[in-house]
């Protein structure tokens, strides 16, 4: 597998794997004690961090010049 393919499976599978969980940890706050939402919701927040950049690094990698 060449180098340039397998950085670009990793970064979606990255993306995709960090948002997926962000995105279900939200929709499952409700369940959780009020006392312990504000934490739920800021640790989701912070899994979305990277998925956002794995996303961002992928749309970028067309323009990255090749040594």
Partial sequence: M???LQSTLMLFLIG?????FSVVSL???HTLKP??????????LLY???AV???VALLML???QTD
């Fill in 2 to 4: 060449s180098k340039k």
């Fill in 16 to 20: 995709t794997g960090f948002g997926i």
């Fill in 27 to 29: 929709a499952n706050v």
């Fill in 35 to 44: 006392a312990d939402q504000t934490d739920a919701v800021i640790q989701a």
């Fill in 48 to 50: 979305m961090i990277p």
């Fill in 53 to 55: 950049a794995a996303f």
């Fill in 62 to 64: 067309p323009f990255r």
